[in-house]
């Protein structure tokens, strides 16, 4: 479908999205203006990325499409990847989202632990479109250079950032675990960069979205524990929803080198 962007298949979720992050900037202007937040707008937000996203997965996306795409632009063949497990797992990470933006509103500790199973669920999700042992990802150079780049990077960026920005005492021991969870599925995420017959597009909108991510809890982390602290927390909601519209959306934006798209 080469006019898919003029489709309501892709109109509709895009501009669900698009007003889920206008909402988060309402909200943090509400912060700014009035010097209070109310918390319903950021929840909207949410909400909005939620619906999109089911729109995405039960309206817009053709699954025999989307697999078929998958298929195709994966060098590695016979390795088996399944296309509807990053679909799925993509739509519950969103559901999950958004009880834990309500969540953590009420207790840090719970909300963490919501946002915990949120990670793995987008862990989940990227195997089902990005190969991740090593015995396989090394067969082909491009997957391979992006592995070792996103495996050396994180290796070295997570604890870094921890131990610079957020560890202060044993209490910030207890949100470690949390830690692991979403650097390893930063690092899972930049293995697609090396898919080179996926559209552009949709891969760095991946990658750029878990960057967001980590920097988004980074801002929670520092602020709640971090010794030295950034000073930041007015960044925290609105790169987290770019993040979730981000991760969430790509899929609208997934081509081949034909040009094929996953719409219905």
Partial sequence: MNNHQYSPKFVLPVGLGSLGFLMILISEL???????KIVQVSWLAS???MISTLIIRFYSVDLD???QIIQDTNPVKGSGLTSLRYLNWMTLAMVIGFFATV???FDFIIGVLVYLVMQICLIISFTGIFLIKPSELLTDSNLGNSFIMS???WLIAVPAIYFTLIYNDIESLIVIPY???IGT???ISWFGIGYNQRSRTFRWMIVVASLLFVFSDTLIGNARYGS????LTQLIDVTYVLNIFLMSHATLFLKDTLGHTPFK
Avoid: W
């Avoid at 509400?30 to 209070?36: A, F, L, Q, R, W």
């Avoid at 030295?228 to 000073?231: A, E, H, P």
């Fill in 30 to 36: 509400i912060v700014i203006v009035h010097g209070t």
């Fill in 47 to 49: 909400v909005l990325i």
């Fill in 65 to 67: 499409q989307f697999d």
């Fill in 103 to 105: 969540t953590i509103a």
């Fill in 151 to 153: 495996l050396v990077f």
């Fill in 179 to 181: 830690v692991i969870a």
């Fill in 185 to 187: 599925m930063a690092c």
């Fill in 228 to 231: 030295i602290r950034l000073g």
